[in-house]
């Protein structure tokens, strides 16, 4: 057995194929990125130890995530936003986290986006169990697992064809995603069309939607057929009552340690807007929050600069929008004296 | 240098848990210590009992705590005392199982004055803890690995590079087939709280059946391999266990260093087969039923050893009523019809509650007759596909192994093989973090 020989074929086979790949993936559009994964939310709550004056801090879901810019917030508010807002998550178990594991009492931002929140409270139901494997994960992870994160940033930032996700959108390249997206005959579950990633995202969380979303039509389409599906689906009632009961609670525990409590909703279009009226009406579920929690509160509806943004796929911000949404709101959140420790230029 | 490596790797999962490691090796070391120069039965008795003591008593505490108090509790409360027990939420310590059953082969072997004792602590320290066996096995025994620690190890050329490789089949098996190719399908079915049709609930086991097979073979090779890169030799754990004929071929080939543990521990000091057919069908019997539970702290796991404690008495009993010569043309049927029965029993082991199995058994049978198909066809074929491939394999390779096989191959072959596993593995990317055998 020549056992170099086949070793050296074996590794110059195997380069010459990956190379291969990451060419292909490359010319597909594809460019390296990193994902939003557990490990890059566990390093920003791991900040929350650590707590600053000027510590400014984020949750909610995907929206606030998109629709904040963490740079231009930095810039003109002169505090330390940390970003620990999850994606397809109600915010209940981050805040209930935040609440009863940390001492922080700055400013908190809660991103109310109403199918997430006002859904439900049942721990299983995916929105509050992924958010709530975030908060156990961070508890839990080891210094494998943290190494093991580390060492991935670099493959991460210069390969096209790494992923690191946790979630269905993270995976579109990988090997297991590929294979999903074979079908054929009309045997079994409905077939979900595939979720192409559309982060950009820095080790810090500052999101970006990808300039290929505002570009190319054809790929945000594909984004929003999954909304379509998604949101056609069969779902539970509202559970209006018990959601907003669970978010005052907190509301009140955290006003109480002397927390200055913001809440955000951020814009939607198309579809999502059209459900979150009809199913999710302001007058009987984010009103009714806001008067019962106490906290100061922005809604994309009351402002005039908010009405015509650009959501490539109904849901998020496109990039410009999302740098004009941030400053736009940091002005009128000064202007009102809701950001009690932030500076200005 | 290996053993300050082993105590970081494991430290790197959970610094406070070496302490568990070097308390069993303490106690293990002065056990075995005691018992190489102690001459009288009593204390020799007394040093092994304390061992055991020590051992079992993690074991029980750290893995069977909740499941003991669980049942004290059902049992308690069905003679009406309302009794409410508090779960403690302890963490399983990883590998607990693996490097406990180790670490008592070599104090009972030293009880049996079978072996030497280990020439030095540290030798003895870097046999419990020694990192690529550590978590999920090989079960080594005290004379197969600490004489290797005793001179300096180096591994040869040809013996690195064949590390490599067995570690790249190792991966290969665990990220792509395991996780990439089936674990899905098998997390699918097994979730599934409605009751399926009977393709999608053999699908679904026959999906679990290659994945624990792919999980389980895939860290013991790379356990091998990287051992092999150290210059260090383990056992083989799985010898084509989905060709066996019989059960007790089964156990000669699946987690060969558990099953022989069990025999050389548990089995033939419960009598085996030398003290008649009754009591041997018991020793059977109750060394399979530990050995579901060793598996974990459930129930549905000692019925997993129930059912095979039951195939190894029943195939006793067709040898002696019913014995037929095994032939090339029949051999193929046996090992598929017992193939077939293995995976029954892993409907139990995959389930995490009695009612899930029982509806997938009810559906396997055909005794769901409208039962939800929520398999698409190309997960039906490839699942399909792959396991009878893997099947195939065992078959073909039974009676050789990966090194003749390779010898007998030419190197561009062996090359192209190799790199196509490389590949594949590269571009799965697995994000499963955990093997299925680190739980136990």
New interface residues.
Partial sequence: ??????????????LL??VA?EFYWRSQGHLPNIDDNKNLWANQRAKLKDIKENTVVFIGSSRILYDIQLDIWKKETQTDPVMIAAQGASPIPIFKDIVENTDFKGTLIAGITPPLLFSTTYPEAEFMSRPQFLVDYYKNR????I??HKLSIPLQKNLA??????EAWDSDV???TL??Q????E???P?FPPFYNFEDITLDRHMKMPERMVTDTAYASTVKKVWKAILGGDMPPPDKESTINAFVELSKKFINKGGNLILVRCPSSGLFKDIESKAFSREENWDVLVEKSGAKAYNYQDYEQFQNLFLPEWSHLATKDAQFFTRELIKIMQSEGALTNSKTN | MLLLASYIFYGLWNPPLVLLLWISTMVDWTAGKKLSVEQNERKRKMWLILSMCVNLGFLAFFKYRDFLLDNFTTVVNTYGYGYKSQPMDIILPMGISFYTFQTMSYTIDMYKRKIEPAKTFLDFALYVTFFPQLVAGPIVRAQDLITQFYEEKKATANQFIWGVFLLTIGLFQKVVMADTFLSGTADKVFGSDKLLHGVDAWVGTLAFSGQIFFDFAGYSTCAIGIALMLGIILPDNFKYPYASLGFSDLWKRWHITLSSWLRDYLYIPLGGNRHGILRLYVALMVTMLIGGLWHGAAWTFIVWGGLHGTYLILERLQRQYLPFKITAWNGMFLAFITFSCVNITWVFFRARKFETAWNMIKSMFYMQTEGEKILDTFTIIKVSAVVAILFLCHWFMRNTSLKEVSLKISPWTLGIVWAIMLFLVIISQGSGEQFIYFQF
């Fill in positions: 057995m020549k056992l170099k020989q086949s070793f050296i074929v074996a590794i110059v086979l195997a194929s990956i790949w080891t210094y494998a697992q190494i093991n064809f790494i992923r690191d996700g946790d990988d090997l297991k294979l999903k074979i079908h054929f005959g045997r079994g579950e077939v």
